[in-house]
């Protein structure tokens, strides 16, 4: 990571998306005395002090010192009255301040702290724990062409980030990226169990259930080719494949899945409006 000594980067919360940040932060070659992290609960600091032997707190405002990045890692429901704990810390320092909690605006963030701060806003999703998330960024104009790189190396530490340009954006990749590891989990449970149904073990039908969906994904992520031309080489005609998508076909799938998204990204659009 293309980072000096001097960063310092300020987690508050430090939940599941905060832990997999901090670890992919160290793994690219920040220590742990460039981060710090404050969290409410005890289980949940000492948990992070003994992964990463950073220093944790419970005041929000006690590792602040001249943080370069705050990184606000905390349930979107709570979001302003942390902020307003925060504020005068945050103020003080001026930081780039990066957001991971679903639904909360840039102009949200603007209002409870200063409209005068760079903000981030992110979308990242559950696959960032193991390092491949997929991530959605937008920037508000106070944020300058460095900062955006600091942005970048921080998501990019725990999978793949994409620049938006328009924040409604974010909430259409809340909809793709966000809820979907949901999408391909539902999925494969009803394949494992259609399999089941024509006689494999449960062990043996997941197992063949997460290797089938595990090699498809890195197939596509690694070939060249569309995702049309892929699933057209598997599809012999008249063969097993097409006689299983005639009956996705049949039961209007494509309608469902686009159904589906449309009411994630409608969700997605309310969820603000509920935590302001």
Same mark, same amino acid.
């Given at each position: 990571?293309?980072?000096?000594?001097?960063?310092?980067?300020?987690?508050?919360?430090?939940?599941?998306?905060?832990?997999?940040?901090?670890?992919?932060?160290?793994?690219?070659?920040?220590?742990?005395?460039?981060?710090?992290?404050?969290?409410?609960?005890?289980?949940?600091?000492?948990?992070?002090?003994?992964?990463?032997?950073?220093?944790?707190?419970?005041?929000?405002?006690?590792?602040?010192?001249?943080?370069?990045?705050?990184?606000?890692?905390?349930?979107?429901?709570?979001?302003?009255?942390?902020?307003?704990?925060?504020?005068?810390?945050?103020?003080?320092?001026?930081?780039?301040?990066?957001?991971?909690?679903?639904?909360?605006?840039?102009?949200?963030?603007?209002?409870?702290?200063?409209?005068? @701060?760079?903000?981030? !806003?992110?979308?990242?999703?559950? /696959?960032?724990?193991?390092?491949?998330? %997929?991530?959605?960024? &937008? $920037?508000?104009?106070?944020?300058?062409?460095?900062?955006?790189?600091?942005?970048?190396?921080?998501?990019?530490?725990?999978?793949?980030?994409?620049?938006?340009?328009?924040?409604?954006?974010?909430?259409?990749?809340?909809?793709?990226?966000?809820?979907?590891?949901?999408?391909?989990?539902?999925?494969?449970?009803?394949?494992?169990?259609?399999?089941?149904?024509?006689?494999?073990?449960?062990?043996?039908?997941?197992?063949?259930?997460?290797?089938?969906?595990?090699?498809?994904?890195?197939?596509?992520?690694?070939?060249?080719?569309? @995702?049309?031309?892929? !699933?057209?080489?598997?599809?012999? /005609?008249?063969?097993?494949?097409?006689? %299983?998508?005639?009956? &996705? $076909?049949?039961?209007?799938?494509?309608?469902?899945?686009?159904?589906?998204?449309?009411?994630?990204?409608?969700?997605?659009?309310?969820?603000?409006?509920?935590?302001?």
């Amino acid at each position: 990571m293309n980072s000096t000594k001097d960063l310092r980067i300020r987690f508050v919360g430090a939940g599941n998306m905060a832990a997999s940040l901090i670890g992919g932060l160290l793994n690219k070659g920040l220590t742990a005395s460039q981060i710090s992290a404050s969290d409410p609960g005890l289980a949940q600091r000492d948990y992070i002090k003994d992964t990463f032997r950073i220093m944790v707190h419970e005041d929000n405002n006690a590792h602040f010192g001249m943080p370069d990045i705050v990184v606000l890692a905390v349930k979107p429901q709570v979001m302003k009255q942390v902020l307003a704990d925060v504020k005068a810390s945050i103020l003080t320092n001026e930081p780039l301040v990066i957001s991971v909690a679903a639904g909360i605006t840039t102009a949200q963030i603007e209002r409870w702290l200063s409209p005068q @701060l760079s903000v981030v !806003r992110t979308m990242p999703n559950t /696959p960032a724990l193991i390092g491949q998330g %997929a991530i959605g960024m &937008f $920037a508000n104009e106070q944020v300058k062409d460095a900062q955006k790189r600091m942005t970048e190396q921080i998501m990019d530490a725990v999978g793949t980030s994409v620049w938006l340009s328009k924040e409604s954006q974010v909430d259409a990749v809340t909809a793709l990226s966000g809820s979907g590891p949901a999408y391909f989990f539902m999925f494969m449970e009803h394949l494992q169990a259609a399999a089941e149904q024509l006689g494999l073990t449960a062990e043996d039908a997941a197992l063949l259930t997460k290797k089938t969906a595990v090699g498809a994904a890195l197939l596509a992520e690694r070939s060249d080719e569309s @995702l049309a031309t892929l !699933r057209e080489r598997v599809t012999s /005609p008249n063969g097993t494949t097409a006689a %299983a998508l005639d009956a &996705f $076909a049949r039961q209007h799938v494509d309608e469902v899945i686009n159904q589906a998204v449309q009411a994630a990204n409608e969700r997605s659009v309310t969820l603000s409006r509920e935590f302001d």
